[in-house]
């Protein structure tokens, strides 16, 4: 059920409280009498009360005197699921169970009563929530909350009344503050739905504690960070305890950077504090738009500027440089002893009218687009006639300043004006310089989020010997593939890989495979005992000449003899010892999160990666500015720059090799664990010197476990059309340049029957909405031509974007301006009814204006049909048509 009655939830016009109750320190008390306030009917629900304060009380579901949107269920646990079964027969939908306590089969009793009337669960074991635009205070929290634009979802309902306490003293307003509770129906991927279009609410924050449906959650998340912010506390970032794990990959991707991960690739921003969540709200609010990287500091005093500098270069934030312009305005305007630089220190004695010619400076100057103006109370000027002359100059650049009054009562009037005309403030230097790093560090996210990705060369896997590597391996039951196997496994997926060859135990046998090989080699022990060879003693390096190597096998079997007997050895690999003077030891792997399934590592490598710790993770599927953005997050993305003699590694190289293992993942969902370490790269590409490989045979991972949807490359197919072979497959991001192509050539009018008005210069944003799509939601099918004379061309493009509860799926279809009634608008509309149906889809709906009657006439076709539209019935019409299987289909 996912958004389906929330406004029933969140807005409801009528409430209920069944287990209503006078008796002091009750449940039921303290949320009959929250609900004072309400707009809507309300009625207390006790069968052993006759009124209840001065209300009338009534015994149950059935004397209600109407049929309430939203019951508040305060009984005892097995009450709940014959309530809700009532409740839903008489048409209410949804309901907030209060009551904590519930067993594993009540919550399934409770569940299974509402899912034949679609009625909605918020809870058990939760606060309630609260809807303040409408004085809605369906919880037992201590306080109403003001009204405002931020929503608030909390698992934690102790936390929610925290906040609530702490917001109302802050005068910080809510559109909704839900609990959560232990969410058996309604959760986060429910409630960012219905957010994300809330006219009420500008931003929303997140507690989470636990996420139970990763895709869901991330879908829902993607959709909502596009057009909102979204800020999330995550609680238990330091772990309780690390497991041992048997690669280095399973080692550091530990579940707190996986969540990082999921975060930044739905463009949300995460947070560390309670009090960050409102400094993060409040700077997305007013400083969203703002594109500054570098911050202008003006300040009255030294050591404010000093703290403001210290505070920056941990964060990574950088100061702006003044420019020649700009430094003689303010050697115009200032004391000769003024800083000469950022921080402009204007000097303590300052009168107001000096920060005035300061700001008007400032604000005409290109390097000062994000200011942070600090003020120091002194005795010289009242810091509140201060804030009166600059107020108005910076209200109407509110989008460029964060300010900060230093100080308590002294300055508390200063910084009232300055709330009042819309400024962001901050306590202190510190919190507003973190407050610019959060920006900065959303701006990111959304970047990731939305830039388009180059394309990639990478070659078709072979999938079918990859598929032979793996269930021998399983056959065999071996959990680990050993090294040449491996290897063979990378480069079935196009991984540049060392030749290797196996041999017995026997170095006898190791010396003869080292004389096929020119010049060095390296000698490794196979066995399935020993996985960290080097660690183990089982790796000798820069062997040259058979009799080196016979006499590194026969130490290396009596050294491993001794230290672990335990161990089998089923032979050596003998390999070339590679020479490439320039490659940095870098690690990539992969590993299967007991929440977000398969994640990426990439990092520095070698012998001591652990204790490096330089690595970042990310979620697959991949593309090359995915792959660079990972590559980016690490230290060893420097070097990877080039430096003094050593030339940049070939980073496309390297991005295709992260790309290829997370097609692996997708492809061979028995992998559990995979690192290779090291992988090198440098200026000629990359070359993966070792590997390990986990099986499963519970296939842990495959597209299935994806937190996000792949590209759904099955349903690109090749059609025949006109005599041309063409090909029909989902749009990608990469399509972007393509796609501005074909709507741009397109006529005007063709333009207006598809958006209903005249379209505008298409933005980066407006196509990435089109291109960039979440595949476990939409869809947009386009026809291709590859052998057009000035290469492949869009032909058209049909849409489908499914609601949330997958009933309804509104449909649009474009075709070429000169290749209209030939046939195409035929086979896309084709194409996404059997999608359609595919999903489960039960109607596709779409919006058609009256004079476009090719497009009305092929619907009707098509088995849809019309009527006016409610909103506009003179100039558009709604078509619409059940999923079902063409006639005569078993």
Excluded at 350 to 357: E, K, L, M, S
Excluded at 488 to 506: C, E, K, Q
Excluded at 702 to 714: D, L, N, S
């Amino acid at each position: 059920m996912t958004q389906r009655h929330l406004d029933r939830l969140l807005s409801p016009q009528s409430v209920a409280v069944f287990g209503a109750s006078d008796k002091p320190g009750r449940v039921g008390t303290t949320v009959w009498q929250n609900l004072v306030s309400f707009e809507g009917p309300a009625a207390p629900v006790n069968p052993r009360l006759a009124t209840l304060a001065g209300v009338r009380c009534f015994a149950g579901v059935a004397e209600l005197p109407f049929t309430p949107d939203l019951a508040v269920l305060c009984t005892p646990p097995d009450t709940i699921a014959p309530l809700i079964a009532q409740l839903g027969a008489r048409g209410t939908r949804a309901a907030i169970i209060v009551t904590a306590g519930l067993t594993a089969q009540q919550k399934q009793a409770a569940l299974e009563a509402a899912r034949p009337h679609t009625l909605r669960l918020l809870g058990p074991n939760c606060i309630g929530l609260l809807s303040p635009h409408s004085g809605l205070n369906a919880s037992f929290t201590q306080a109403n909350a003001l009204p405002g634009e931020l929503a608030l979802v909390s698992q934690s309902g102790a936390l929610l009344t925290a906040l609530l306490d702490w917001a109302n003293a802050e005068r910080i307003g809510f559109s909704h503050l839900v609990s959560l509770g232990e969410h058996v129906d309604v959760d986060f991927g429910d409630l960012l739905d219905h957010l994300a279009t809330d006219r009420h609410t500008r931003a929303i924050l997140l507690y989470i504690e636990s996420i139970t449906a990763p895709r869901k959650f991330m879908s829902a998340a993607r959709a909502a960070a596009r057009a909102k912010p979204v800020i999330v506390v995550k609680a238990g970032r330091v772990p309780a305890g690390m497991r041992a794990a048997a690669s280095h990959t399973g080692a550091l991707a530990g579940e707190d950077i996986v969540f990082d991960a999921a975060i930044r690739r739905a463009g949300m921003l995460r947070v560390d504090t309670l009090n960050e969540l409102f400094i993060a709200a409040q700077t997305l609010a007013r400083f969203r738009d703002n594109p500054s990287r570098d911050l202008m500091v003006m300040t009255n005093g030294g050591g404010a500027g000093v703290m403001v500098a210290d505070a920056a270069a941990p964060l990574g934030v950088t100061l702006a440089r003044p420019g020649a312009a700009l430094m003689r305005r303010l050697n115009a305007v200032l004391p000769a002893q003024w800083s000469h630089g950022n921080p402009v220190d204007i000097i303590g004695d300052a009168p107001a009218q000096r920060y005035v010619d300061t700001l008007k400076a400032l604000f005409d100057a290109p390097e000062a687009g994000a200011l942070l103006f600090v003020h120091a109370p002194t005795a010289i000027v009242p810091s509140v006639d201060i804030a009166q002359a600059c107020a108005p100059l910076i209200a109407a650049h509110r989008g460029r300043v964060l300010s900060c009054w230093l100080g308590g009562d002294t300055v508390a009037p200063a910084r009232r004006l300055f709330e009042q005309a819309g400024i962001a403030g901050y306590e202190t230097p510190e919190e507003a310089v973190r407050a610019f790093s959060l920006m900065q560090t959303y701006r990111r996210n959304q970047a990731v989020l939305r830039e388009t990705p180059t394309a990639t060369a990478n070659a078709e896997p072979d999938r079918a010997r990859a598929r032979r590597i793996v269930e021998a391996a399983l056959e065999a039951g071996s959990e680990w593939l050993d090294e040449i196997d491996a290897k063979d496994l990378l480069a079935a997926y196009g991984i540049p890989v060392v030749a290797t060859l196996r041999v017995p135990a026997s170095p006898a046998a190791a010396a003869e495979a080292a004389g096929r090989i020119d010049g060095p080699v390296v000698l490794k022990v196979v066995s399935p005992d020993i996985l960290h060879k080097s660690d183990a003693g089982g790796v000798r390096l820069d062997l040259r000449g058979a009799e080196a190597v016979r006499a590194a096998a026969e130490d290396m079997l009596a050294h491993l003899r001794a230290t672990r007997p335990e161990a089998v050895i089923q032979g050596f690999s003998v390999q070339a010892m590679a020479q490439r003077p320039h490659a940095k030891e870098l690690i990539a792997g992969a590993h299967v999160d007991p929440i977000f399934g398969p994640v990426l590592l990439f990092g520095q490598g070698g012998t001591a990666v652990e204790v490096l710790g330089d690595r970042a993770i990310a979620l697959p599927p991949l593309n090359r500015t995915l792959a660079r953005e990972l590559i980016g997050r690490t230290r060893v993305a420097r070097l990877l720059a080039g430096y003094r003699d050593h030339p940049p590694v070939r980073i496309d190289a390297l991005c295709d090799a992260l790309i290829a293992l997370a097609q692996l993942l997708a492809d061979q969902p028995e992998v559990a664990e995979l690192d290779i370490n090291p992988l090198w790269a440098d200026e000629h590409g990359v070359l993966a010197l070792d590997a390990r490989v986990r099986l499963s045979s519970l296939a842990p991972s495959g597209m299935k476990r994806f937190a996000v949807r792949p590209y759904p490359a099955e349903l690109v197919r090749r059609l025949h059309w006109q005599g041309r072979m063409l090909l029909m497959r989902p749009i990608r991001p990469e399509d972007e340049a393509q796609h501005r192509e074909f709507l741009e050539a397109a006529d005007p009018e063709d333009l207006r029957m598809r958006f209903f008005q005249a379209m505008h210069p298409l933005s980066h944003d407006d196509l990435a909405r089109m291109t960039q799509i979440d595949y476990e939601r939409e869809m947009a099918f386009i026809v291709v031509d590859e052998h057009a004379q000035d290469g492949p061309c869009t032909l058209g493009v049909a849409r489908l974007v499914r609601d949330p509860d997958n009933v309804d799926a509104e449909f649009a279809v474009m075709v070429r301006s000169d290749l209209k009634r030939r046939g195409l608008g035929r086979l896309l509309m084709q194409a996404l009814l059997d999608h359609a149906l595919a999903n489960g889809t039960q109607r596709l709906v779409g919006h058609v204006l009256r004079e476009n009657r090719a497009m009305l006439g092929l619907l009707k076709t098509l088995g849809f049909a019309s009527e006016p539209d409610a909103d506009e019935p003179g100039a558009m019409v709604v078509a619409s048509r059940a999923v079902r299987p063409p006639a005569g289909s078993a």
